[in-house]
């Protein structure tokens, strides 16, 4: 059974810097694509980015383009999300999970999920 491992999380400053790392073992997750998703006390789990293995592709949401970069290193079978001008609002439990089949912004396309690395972003 695959799993996934997510790391990098803590408490920044607004208008700082972290890069969360999701780190897959036992299969080969070559072929699919990755998503990274954040959940905030009383709100829905948010699909933040995810990343295409097959073609490189990547999306964002509206609320994290141009400050978050989703990447992978395949030969340490990770996947980073490098986030960059971090906002209180991005604050929340961060999910890295396998994209299965339909809509790559839902989270039940997903499989495999971690169990989340925690943000704070506050002063």
Do not use: H
């Amino acid at each position: 059974q695959g799993q996934l491992v997510e790391s990098g999380g803590g408490l920044v400053q607004p208008g700082g810097s972290l890069r969360l790392s999701c780190i897959a073992s036992g299969f080969n997750w070559e072929y699919y694509a990755v998503g990274w998703f954040r959940q905030a006390p009383g709100k829905e789990r948010e699909r933040v980015s995810c990343i295409n293995f097959s073609d490189g592709t990547t999306e964002y949401s509206d609320s994290v383009k141009g400050r978050f970069t989703i990447s992978r290193d395949s030969t340490k079978n990770t996947v980073y999300l490098q986030m960059n001008t971090l906002k209180p609002e991005d604050a929340g439990v961060y999910f890295c999970a396998v994209w299965k089949r339909g809509d790559y912004d839902r989270s039940v396309s997903y499989v495999n999920w971690g169990r989340g690395t925690q943000v704070t972003v506050s002063s």
